[in-house]
Structures are given as C-alpha cells and as structure tokens.
C-alpha cells in the first residue's frame, strides 16, 4: 500500500499539456515581505535624527531699532531658537511691507506684535502669523500688514525643530 503524501497544494501548481499527456508540477515559493517599502517609509524619520529640541530664547536687548534699520538675516540657527526684536515705527497706526524667506531645507515660524512702547512685547496684538513654513530664497513672500495698536513692531522667528536653521526677513517703514 502506498504511503499518503502531504497536500502541499498552497504552493504549488499543476501545469497539463493534454495533447501530448504531460503534467508538470511547477513549485512556486512563497512572496517575501518587500522590506524596501519599509525602508522608504522609515527614510523620512531617519532624517529627522540628527534633530533635537535644544530651545534658546534671545531677546535682542535695548531700545527698540527705528524702522529704516528693520531687517535680520540668520544662518545656521539651533532648533527651537526663539528670537525677538522690537522696531519702533515712528507712528501708531499705518501700514509696512514685510518680507521674508526661511531657507530650503527646515521651517521657521515668523509672528508679529503691534503694543505700545514700555509694554511686554508678547503682550501686544498678533498681527500676522506664518506657523512653521518653508520659503527658498528664490521665493521670498512679501505680506503688507495694517497696524493701530502703537507704534512698536515686535517680530519673533521660531526656527524649526532642526539645527542649521537659515532666515531673513526685512520690514519697511509705514508706507
């Protein structure tokens, strides 16, 4: 009597020739995990390493600077910097062009504060927010911002959660 065989029909496949009375067993192997897909997804991550949280928090000191000397350009900014200065518009009211880049490669937040002179700068009224955003400097934005509440412009620059962070900006005077 001959001995049963294991059913080993989840990979396998029975290929007939009929006309000529052939069968050919044809073993396929089991599909393997495409473990590059993995790789791909996780990529991304693996880029965000090298970036840390390490926040510093610079208040540019005295008076604030008038507005025709209104611009500041950074490179190579640690992550989570946050940097404050204060412009002194000459009036209480009017409106400026603000312009801007954050480099190509990491976000940076910009926000801007009107109050009067002597108040907390972050105290004043958020005129404009830009939340963490890529610009290239090919392609620097230009906003025109209203403002009635005194005469201090206060930016703030948030820079990214990555070292080497890179951003201008430059604000004119009331037009």
């Known amino acids: ?94 409106r400026f062009e603000f312009n801007y880049w954050t480099g190509n490669a990491y976000s940076d937040a910009f926000d801007i504060y009107n109050h009067n002179p002597g108040e907390e700068p972050l105290s004043g009224k958020l005129l404009w927010s830009s939340g963490q955003i890529i610009v290239d400097k090919e392609d620097a934005q230009t906003k025109i911002i209203p403002f009635n509440s005194g005469s201090i412009i206060t930016i703030v620059v948030t820079t990214g959660p990555c070292d080497d962070s890179d951003y201008y900006y430059y604000l004119s005077c009331p037009l």
């Open 1 to 94: 009597m001959a001995k049963p065989q294991k059913d080993i029909s989840v990979n396998k496949k029975i290929k007939a020739d009929r006309n000529a009375g052939e069968y050919v067993l044809q073993m396929r192997r089991p599909r393997k995990f495409p473990w590059w897909i993995l790789l791909l997804l996780l990529l991304p991550l693996l880029l965000l390493i090298k970036c840390k949280n390490d926040p510093q928090i610079i208040i540019v000191p005295g008076a604030p600077s008038p507005c025709d000397a209104a611009g500041l350009e950074k490179y190579d900014v640690k992550a989570g910097t946050v940097i404050i200065q204060s412009y002194n518009m000459g009036t209480t009211q009017g």
